[in-house]
């Protein structure tokens, strides 16, 4: 996420935040597409009415894309996924959250949505 790529030639065109910049499993970056896929607001974090269908046709885009096959493959991409929904949303400065914060009403509203991957 923080290598920009041109589209054009393949090659690097910028890197940014490159302080925090870190190298991990493939999928762990994925707990932001909860971001994309919901709203938080003062009752809490909700999800948009169709995000299990986006779901669907972002999984099966990325895997085609991908060449992600086996189910062993996309296990793989599952634990990175969600190792990284518990670093965003659990952990604050590597600390786990205390109750009561909100990041965990996303949390567990992310951890009910059944697996569409």
Known sequence: MN?????????IAS??????????PFGLSFWGLETLLGTFGADGWHFHARHLELRRVLWETLYATAGIVTESQKRAVTVGRVVGIFQAYGLRKGVPVEAG??????LEEVLSVPECN
Do not use: K, Q, Y
């Open 3 to 11: 290598i920009h790529v041109n589209p054009s030639t393949g090659g």
């Open 15 to 24: 890197i940014v935040d490159w302080r925090d910049a870190t190298v991990g």
């Open 101 to 106: 914060d909100p990041s965990l009403s996303v």
